[in-house]
Structures are given as structure tokens and as C-alpha cells.
């Protein structure tokens, strides 16, 4: 088959997703070309069956915003027309879907049809495409789409709650390479780095809804009985006040600010613990790519984590800002060397059930029943 992907470049789980999804696609025998702003981070190299194409937006001193969609939706007509594409799939449905289907539209003016597949992801649905300024054209696109994916139960029962949905949702979950991260381990386990201090790790990209401030809270507890490092690995727009914070807790000498990282899998495979108190997940990446790195998860109940993360088995959950909860439950795990690798054996085993290898030939799947009419 021959696929465009539209995706957003950026270290957000979404594009991380797609590309990895465009990536095991192009390994299964389809040409995939990506269609985003910039090149997708997660994508090094290019072959003859992996395509980038740049949308280029022009800078006209008329817009007080440049009209991505316009570009998008023309670059799409475009690739589509040269290289005789056969679907379109769109990850995060602000302004993807949209631009999707002005897209299908141009083309069956041409006497052209490519079906869109679109994949909801979460804050597309919970945060920002719910907004009474956005909702109705969220609301259009997704229904104008021939099929509709999402990447949690959760997500489906918030879409199906928030919008007036007349198509049916298939939840597909997110996935990981596990031979990537069994690679890593062995790697980690070969360096054998000894150390009396336990590493705590958190990976976003530090926007309020991750609730930065509780994983510094809650790590300054957990050093204060531990001997622990906390790794924040990320970029955004929280980083500050972390930072900020751990300097008025004396913590900064404990805690380590790496940036933005292409092979978390690096860090994660040393770590002990993972923290992911986010306000809304819809399913939380993150901590699957901890949990294929054999880390226990400490989350909050919020979204589609419970779908991942099993409470008292491979880590806990609690409510976002049960502060308190979350220290105890971190301490109880790693003040027990036994029941700290039972958590780890754990998290690790679950991960497994979501193997690019289980979740891919899904879309293989999705993708011949959007060709068949949906
Ligand atoms: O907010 C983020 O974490 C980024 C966002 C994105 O779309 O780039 O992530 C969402 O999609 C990921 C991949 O499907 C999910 O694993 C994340 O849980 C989801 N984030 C939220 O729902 C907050």
C-alpha cells in the first residue's frame, strides 16, 4: 500500500507513535510518506520506501495567523496526485482531520478517492478539541472520516461523552519495539553501573496537564528516606518551575534536567521508577516505554493509564495530586529490594502485550477496510 502520514514532528507521543507506526509499515513492504511541518524527530533515515515531504507555509504580513491548514491540505492533494497514494492517516485530529478531508474533497473533484483514517490521541479530544472554538470543525472531521481509531477505551468513552459521534471508534493501543528495549537491557545490565542511589525517572514534554510540579514533590519526598536521583527528561513550558522549585527545595544537586532525548530507552533502562502524575493521559507512552524498560510506574488514575499500568503489581495509582500517596507507595516499592523487582518483572511482562508485532498488522487491517469503503 502506499500511505500518507500526517503527524506532528515534534517529541509528542502522537508523533512519536506515527512514526514509529510509518517506520514497522515501510519494514512490512508499504511506501509510507510523511507529511508534517518539519522532519518527524523520530525519524533518521529515509529509504526508498520512507518519504518526507515539508508543508511550507508561507509568511504573509496580512495573517495574523499563517493558514496551516490551507497547506497542508494543498501538500496533500499534492503527494497524493505524484505518487499515486492510496489512504491518508492523520494522527491527532486538530487540524489533521480537517485538513484531510479538504484534501479528499479537492481529490474527488479530480475523480481521485483516498479514504482518511484518523487517530485520536488524546488532548485532541480532551483538551484542546473539546473547546467551544474548535469543537464543531473537530466534531465534523472526525465523523467525515471512513475510519475512525483511538488509542484507549478511556479515549473512546471521552470522544463518544464530548462530541456527537456518528462512526465507530476501533481503539488500537500505542506500542513499542520490546526487542528494542530488550537490546538496551542487556547493554545497561553489561555496563553495570553500581550505585547505592535509586534513580526516579519522568519523560514529557513538561505542559501543565503533565503536573510537573507533583513529580518534584513527590520525588523530594522519596530522596528525604532514599538515597535517589530524580532524571526529568523533556522540554516545555514547566521546565522552569520545576527547576525553580527544585532550587527552593535544596534538591537541584539530586536532580538532573537531560532535555529532550530521541532514545529514552538509554535513561529509562537504569531507572528504578517512573512518575507520571498527569491531570489527563489518555494513555501515557511514556510509561509503556518505562515499563518495556523494566520500570515500576507510579501514575495517577487519570485517562487510559490503568489500562496499562496494573495497581500493586507493576506500579500504583492515585489521584493526580495525592502527593502523599504517591511518596509512600514509591517508598514502599524501592525500600524492598524483592518486591522492587517483582514490580519491575512485572511491568515489564505487561508491556509485552503491546508489541509493535501485536498492534501493527491491526492497521494493516483498519487500512484494507478503509480501501473496501470503511
Ligand atoms: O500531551 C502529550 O503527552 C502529547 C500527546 C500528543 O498527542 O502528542 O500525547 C497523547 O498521545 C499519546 C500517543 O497516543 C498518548 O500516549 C498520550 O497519553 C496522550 N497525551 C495525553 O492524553 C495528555
Given at each position: 500500500m502506499k500511505i500518507a502520514i500526517v503527524c506532528y514532528?515534534?517529541?509528542?507521543g502522537s508523533g512519536v507513535l506515527a512514526t514509529e507506526l510509518g517506520i514497522s509499515l515501510c519494514k512490512h513492504g508499504h511506501k509510507v510518506h510523511f507529511i508534517a511541518y518539519?522532519?518527524?524527530?523520530?525519524?533518521n533515515n529515509l529509504s526508498e520506501n520512507l518519504f518526507f515531504h515539508k508543508v511550507n507555509v508561507p509568511d504573509y504580513?496580512?495573517?495574523?495567523?499563517?493558514?496551516y491548514e490551507l497547506a497542508l491540505s494543498t501538500k496533500l492533494v499534492e503527494v497524493i496526485k505524484d505518487n499515486s497514494i492510496d489512504l491518508m492517516h492523520v494522527h491527532y485530529a486538530i487540524p489533521h482531520a480537517y485538513a484531510a478531508y479538504m484534501a479528499k474533497m479537492m481529490l474527488k473533484d479530480q475523480g481521485i478517492h483516498v479514504p482518511i483514517v484518523t487517530t485520536l490521541h488524546g488532548t485532541d479530544i480532551t483538551?484542546?478539541?473539546?473547546?467551544p472554538f474548535y469543537k464543531t470543525a473537530v466534531n465534523f472531521s472526525i465523523n467525515k472520516s471512513d475510519i475512525v481509531t483511538c488509542v484507549s477505551e478511556s479515549l473512546k468513552q471521552d470522544t463518544l461523552d464530548q462530541f456527537d459521534i456518528n462512526i465507530g471508534i476501533e481503539v488500537i493501543p500505542n506500542f513499542i519495539d520490546i526487542s528494542k528495549y530488550v537490546e538496551q537491557q542487556k547493554k545497561c545490565d553489561f555496563e553495570n553501573?553500581?550505585?547505592n542511589e535509586f534513580i526516579i525517572a519522568h519523560v514529557s514534554?513538561?505542559?501543565?496537564?503533565?503536573?510537573?510540579k507533583n513529580v518534584i514533590l513527590v520525588f523530594n519526598n522519596i530522596q528525604k528516606e532514599i538515597p535517589s536521583r530524580l532524571l526529568m527528561i523533556g522540554e516545555g513550558p514547566e521546565k522552569e518551575m520545576a527547576e525553580q522549585l527544585c532550587k527552593e527545595l535544596s534538591i537541584m544537586g539530586k536532580?538532573?534536567?537531560?532535555?529532550?532525548?530521541?532514545?529514552?530507552e538509554k535513561n529509562l533502562c537504569h531507572s528504578d521508577l517512573f512518575l507520571l502524575p498527569s491531570?489527563?493521559?489518555?494513555?501515557g507512552l511514556a510509561a509503556l516505554e518505562a515499563m518495556a524498560s523494566k520500570v515500576a510506574v507510579i501514575s495517577?488514575?487519570?485517562?487510559?493509564?490503568s489500562e496499562i499500568n496494573i495497581h500493586g503489581e507493576t506500579g500504583y495509582l492515585t489521584h493526580p495530586d495525592d502527593i502523599e500517596l504517591m511518596s509512600e507507595y514509591a517508598i514502599s516499592i524501592l525500600k524492598d529490594p524483592r518486591v522492587l523487582d517483582k514490580f519491575k518483572n512485572k511491568a515489564f511482562k505487561q508491556s509485552k502485550a503491546f508489541d509493535i508485532n501485536n498492534v501493527v498488522p491491526i492497521y494493516e487491517k483498519i487500512y484494507k477496510k478503509a480501501l473496501k469503503g470503511g
Open positions: 514532528p515534534t517529541f509528542g518539519k522532519k518527524p524527530v523520530r525519524l504580513p496580512l495573517f495574523n495567523f499563517q493558514p483538551l484542546v478539541g473539546n473547546h553501573n553500581v550505585s514534554n513538561f505542559r501543565p496537564v503533565k503536573n510537573i536532580v538532573e534536567f537531560l532535555g529532550n532525548s530521541n532514545q529514552v491531570n489527563t493521559e489518555s494513555f495517577s488514575n487519570a485517562g487510559g493509564l
